[in-house]
């Protein structure tokens, strides 16, 4: 299983066979590696500009889409660090507004391999430690980044002294790594979920959240008081009512800002979650013009994304193709949300065989016109059989996207769904890879 791109570059695709031979030892746990690394290569997590830390289960990527639009609306240098990518490996890291080159990332990415080599490092930590040196070594007025897996025992938690830390909406997601049973925490899963994200938490550093229910709403503030950072509330500290604009009020005062372009009602919470933690950090001044015109210019790719015209959408003739990589449960709640008055809807989907199919399914039960299951490229997946069960309608079988598209009826749009691998194989045949 491949966990990042082919690079038609042959130093980047060198280093990219290396990372590949990669796999976290069975029973290893926890930040040593990664600390040992970075002193190896002089502690390059010391030296970034101003951090935006964020976690969550949903909502995270979108929250540093909208942190990194609005920071440059304010005309300032940003890097940011988001995963996955989708088509290239070199999404991962963006330096100065830019996705990192391949010359850049292919030198990084040997001296992070070079430094680790008898320490047996994952894939991620090595991908977070080279973010780290590549943010470190060119200058920026400040530094998204998004955490991968949790946040307690992610890579990226050996951060320092960030300007602010923020929690998206949580969920239930990687149980076999975030619910495995451990003395000290908490046992209720949801409860647990929430204690891992806010563990990104640093003494001092205001941690920004979104309001949550009373279990995980508990671990959070409990987690943030052990580690000595101040909580900062939706609901509490915090309040955006969403409308035909964003009412965002706090402490400093309030704001009336746009809604997102970016499409789905959730967008505008994410928004909101941006703006709280750029008001609730004093070393980053910005405006409330640029928190608008970054809320209009944010993008984010296959987030409920409307194909623009290509080789793939044109098989689907003048139908929408909308794509979301979402797999858990909010997400397809979130799906639904949008969908709910469209006309019944053809469901392409493909999704890997660790996730839950009823995910996508069943909030979307009773809207759709057709379901067909295609596989999710380089990986292991459901076959229409898992898919059966959760839905009234025929399952359909394709060995890929652009039969299933050519193969459906001349009316309804189309949802292309289940998968973010899926997702970037789709970017990639449509010629729209992120840039």
């Known amino acids: 299983m491949r966990d990042f791109a082919i690079s038609e570059n042959q130093r980047v695709q060198a280093q990219l066979d290396r990372l590949g031979a990669l796999s976290l030892p069975q ?20 030296r970034l500009p ?16 909208y942190l990194r639009a609005i920071l440059e609306a304010q005309g300032l240098v940003v890097h940011t660090a988001t995963k996955p990518h989708l088509v290239r490996y070199n999404e991962r890291i963006r330096i100065a507004g830019k996705l990192i080159s391949d010359e850049s990332l292919a030198d990084f990415l040997e001296r992070v391999l070079d430094a680790a080599a008898d320490l047996g490092p994952s894939f991620f930590e090595v991908t977070t430690i080279a973010t780290f040196l590549a943010f470190a070594e060119t200058p920026a007025d400040a530094c998204v980044i998004e955490t991968g897996l949790g946040g307690r025992l992610d890579a990226t938690n050996v951060l320092e002294n960030p300007a602010v830390c923020g929690i998206a909406t949580l969920g239930i997601d990687h149980e076999s790594f975030l619910l495995v049973p451990e003395e000290g925490t908490p046992a209720e899963p949801l409860a647990r979920i929430a204690f891992e994200k806010a563990s990104i938490a640093k003494p001092g550093a205001p941690l920004v959240v979104q309001s949550y229910a009373a279990s995980p709403l508990a671990s959070v503030l409990a987690t943030a008081s052990h580690i000595g950072a101040p909580v900062h509330l939706r609901g509490r500290d915090w309040w955006a009512e969403v409308g035909e604009a964003i ?30 933690m750029l008001r609730h950090q004093s070393v980053v001044p910005v405006t409330s013009e640029a928190m608008a015109k970054g809320i209009r210019a944010a993008h984010w790719p296959a987030r409920l994304q409307r194909l623009g015209p290509g ?21 397809g709640q979130a799906i639904a949300r949008h969908f709910a008055d469209s006309p019944p809807l053809h469901l392409v989907m ?14 979307l039960e009773g809207r759709l016109a057709s379901v067909s299951i295609v596989p999710a490229p380089g990986h292991e997946a459901h076959t229409p059989e898992d ?3 959760f839905t009234s309608l025929r399952v359909h079988s394709f060995a890929n996207v652009a039969e299933a598209l050519a193969a459906l009826p ?6 292309i769904a289940g998968s973010l691998y899926l997702a970037g194989d789709v970017l990639k045949r449509n010629d729209e890879a992120p840039d």
């Not at 704001?255 to 979650?273: K, M, T």
């Not at 080789?311 to 997400?331: E, F, I, Q």
């Open 27 to 46: 029973g290893r746990l926890g930040l040593d590696t990664v600390r040992e690394i970075c002193a190896r290569l002089g502690n390059p997590q010391r």
């Open 387 to 389: 898919f059966a069960p």
């Open 311 to 331: 080789p793939l959408s044109a098989l689907a003739g003048d139908r929408t193709v909308w794509l979301d990589g979402g797999h858990n449960p909010d997400a």
């Open 410 to 415: 001349p009316e309804g749009d189309v949802l």
């Open 350 to 363: 493909g999704m890997l065989t660790s996730k839950d199919p009823s995910a996508i399914l069943r909030p």
């Open 247 to 276: 009412h965002y009020r706090d402490a400093h005062g309030t704001l009336e800002l746009p809604l997102p372009s970016l499409v789905g009602a959730h967008q505008a919470d994410n928004a909101a979650l941006a703006v709280a």
């Open 50 to 65: 101003p951090v935006f830390h964020v976690a969550g289960t949903n909502g995270k990527g979108s929250t540093c889409a």
